[in-house]
């Protein structure tokens, strides 16, 4: 039996994805190696195959909740803050988070973090060390959240929020009152989200979503 076109196409597009995007030469695209972050009395420091560490105080009454690395790109959640590291700039980059704020699922990938709270979705470029949030409506809520390689994507009851590497800034494709999301499936370069009515792609370099036909 043939393939049909649509699904021929998905793959085609998530294994080219990943061999055009891997950089040659680098552990930190399998996740070791490159940043290392350690929590300490006081203050959090990262550390970089660049060499020493960089360090972030923390505020008073501030602590740490969690913390971690993959590759260039170093996480750290506290009572106060959510804290990005970047390897490429050795910088760290904070945003505040809300009295009434909790963080709930995030994705720590090579060059990226997303990551979502009861308010809003925020993303980090390690490559730019800039954070990028959007607001949740009062009755979104996030049901997945996905990345793989430089790029990544929350599903909420409401719509898809693409986030990238590369272009930065949330893509945002919204559902119709009777579509459901089916699957999610993942490449180093793109994300492809099936639902009930249609199959939609964002690339990591694209500007946008694209409708899989």
Known sequence: ?????????IVAALSTASLLSAPTGSPAQGGGGQVTVTPTPGKVIA???????????LQAGEFIVTSGSRGHTGFVHTSHRLLGFSAGLRQWRGVRLGVDERLGRYQLQPFLILA????QV??????????????????ETVSHLRGH???AVAITNERALGFSTYTGGFFVIA??????VLSVDEGQNAM??????????????SNGWTEVR
Not at 49 to 57: D, Y
Not at 192 to 205: C, E, G, K, N
Request: avoid cysteine; aromatic fraction near 8%.
């Open 122 to 139: 925020l993303g980090f470029q390690a490559t730019r060390g800039h954070w990028t949030s959007m607001a949740l409506g009062p009755n």
């Open 149 to 151: 390689g430089h790029v």
């Open 116 to 119: 979502h709270t009861n308010q």
């Open 47 to 57: 550390w970089s195959a660049a060499g020493g560490g960089v360090e972030e105080s």
């Open 1 to 9: 039996m043939h393939r049909p076109l649509a699904a021929r196409f």
């Open 175 to 180: 559902w119709t009152p009777q579509e459901r």
């Open 192 to 205: 492809v989200v099936r639902t009930s009515t249609r199959t939609v792609m964002l690339q990591s370099q």
